[in-house]
């Protein structure tokens, strides 16, 4: 056990960006576990009876097909309550930051409200172009995808704009 973390903490040394890309990708699934969590019981019990209207507004548009009401709903609280974790776990684990939070607060909020856009956009077309292939996976998938547009968005804020030291 020893061994293992002086080889980690030698690759630390060497390579602080690339380690510090890897602890965000892992402590991100902590945010994702998160994600998931919160989908499932959104879909199957928070808004379940919703699932029968459909929703549409503006460019989100939510077929009874892919989830309606309870589908929006479902990804839009599951995002929320994954980018609360999230901002914890980056900003004590990863970044060790210190900035005021007061400081870059409207920043966090700024980066998740762009991701989380895309992201509840996104979900009705990515799962009618992959549900004939995948059936019932495809709301999961489409989540899979959401978060990896995520991390392509947050990845840079954060390490660049919001999770600074003082």
Known sequence: MYKIKEVIASFKAKN????EFIMFNIMSNVATIVNFI???????????????RPFKWFIFD???????????????????????VNFIVQRKVVFSA????????????????????????????VITLIQPYVGSWAPTISNMVN????????????????????
């Open 147 to 166: 978060i990896m547009v995520q991390v392509l968005i947050n990845y840079p804020m954060m390490k660049f704009k919001i999770m600074k030291q003082d």
């Open 98 to 125: 210190n900035v005021s939070i007061k400081k870059v607060l409207p920043w966090y909020i700024l980066t998740v409200t762009v991701a989380g856009l895309i992201s509840v956009w996104l979900p009705p077309y």
């Open 16 to 19: 602080p960006n690339i380690y």
């Open 62 to 84: 939510y077929p009874v097909k892919v989830g309606g009401l309870a589908g929006i709903l479902s990804f839009l609280l599951a995002y929320v309550c994954a980018q609360i």
């Open 38 to 52: 919160v989908l499932w019981i959104g879909n199957a019990v928070l808004f379940k009876a919703l699932a029968d």
